[in-house]
């Protein structure tokens, strides 16, 4: 382990947030919801493959998905890169059997392995990689720097590092609509909430990268248009968002905004997914950037 990480400590409230965001027990429907998120951002996901391929020096045969969830990230990059094999890394050993069930359905299986890892204690050692993804997945690490910078020793001079990161969670519902108001509020709790659990999401990413001896090579907003959300699958993955959402707020929602929420979600007529009036208002920030061709 590098001498960064021996050094590094946590704190017992540092230690309890860690054991809660790695716990899937208590995040029931996030599998789900990756799936769906994907689904919605495929058009610009695919632009992202575009940009990789384009900035590449070499053909991406290695690739490394830090936090690979579902496996979404590394199912369309294996899609794109044919020649690619690729290691997924996550903490959840439920996330990597969802990935590794999905990936046999999706003929990937050979191509693919998995590695149940803490990131905050190593990124796993994995040779000459030429592309590493880290997808919605750094805002959850206790210290992203050190994970980055330790990064950097296992991409190889030249190779790249794509960053997809959310800087608020996406809106559905028109603000004057049913639901609108108390979709509003519960999105302000949850700023509230994750000023104090994920602290770095919405960060100046660029400006880590940079300080963790990478270079920025791209660098901007992944905006989800309106026109590009009318499709079934929207009020499936709105429905999915605010459940998960109402359920994480618990007893600080009040009442009313709770009852206004379950209605969203309930079946009953102004659910999401009966509704036309639905658009994803979302905006992801995409980063790619280099590891130095001088060795590090
Ligand atoms: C929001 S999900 C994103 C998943 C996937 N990259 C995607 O875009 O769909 C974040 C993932 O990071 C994983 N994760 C969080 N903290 C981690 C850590 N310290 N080490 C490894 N994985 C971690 C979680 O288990 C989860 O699967």
Do not use: C, K, N
Not at 65 to 77: I, K, N, P, Q
Not at 139 to 148: G, K
Not at 241 to 257: C, E, H, I, P
């Amino acid at each position: 382990m590098d001498q960064h990480r021996d050094d590094h400590t946590h704190d017992d409230q540092h230690d309890h947030q860690h054991d809660d965001q790695h716990d899937h027990q208590h995040s029931p429907g996030l599998a789900d919801l990756l799936d769906l998120d994907a689904e919605v951002f495929t058009e610009q996901t695919a632009a992202v493959h575009r940009d990789i391929e384009r900035l590449a020096d070499a053909p991406v045969r290695t690739i490394l998905d830090l936090g690979a969830g579902t496996g979404v990230g590394t199912f369309g990059l294996l899609q794109h890169f044919p020649d690619a094999r690729a290691v997924a890394v996550d903490a959840s050993a439920d996330m990597l059997e969802h990935l590794l069930g999905r990936a046999g359905h999706l003929g990937l299986s050979g191509r693919i392995t998995t590695e149940q890892a803490d990131l905050d204690q190593a990124v796993p050692s994995v040779d000459a990689v030429d592309l590493a993804w880290a997808s919605a997945s750094l805002h959850h690490l206790a210290d992203p720097d050190a994970t980055l910078a330790q990064l950097a020793t296992r991409v190889r001079p030249g190779g790249l590092l794509a960053v997809l990161e959310m800087s608020a969670f996406p809106r559905f519902v028109p603000d004057e609509a049913p639901g609108g108001a108390a979709e509003a509020r519960v999105h302000e709790l949850m700023a509230a909430a994750r000023a104090i659990d994920l602290p770095t999401m919405g960060s100046d990413w660029a400006r880590r990268l940079t300080r963790t001896g990478w270079s920025v090579e791209e660098d901007r907003a992944i905006v989800l248009e309106p026109a590009a959300s009318v499709s079934p699958v929207i009020g499936r993955y709105a429905a999915a968002s605010l459940t998960r959402l109402r359920d994480a707020m618990g007893d600080r929602l009040g009442a009313d905004d709770r009852a206004a929420l379950g209605a969203l979600v309930d079946g009953g007529p102004t659910d999401v997914r009966r509704r036309d009036d639905i658009h994803v208002r979302g905006e992801r920030r995409l980063l790619i950037a280099r590891r130095s061709r001088e060795d590090v």
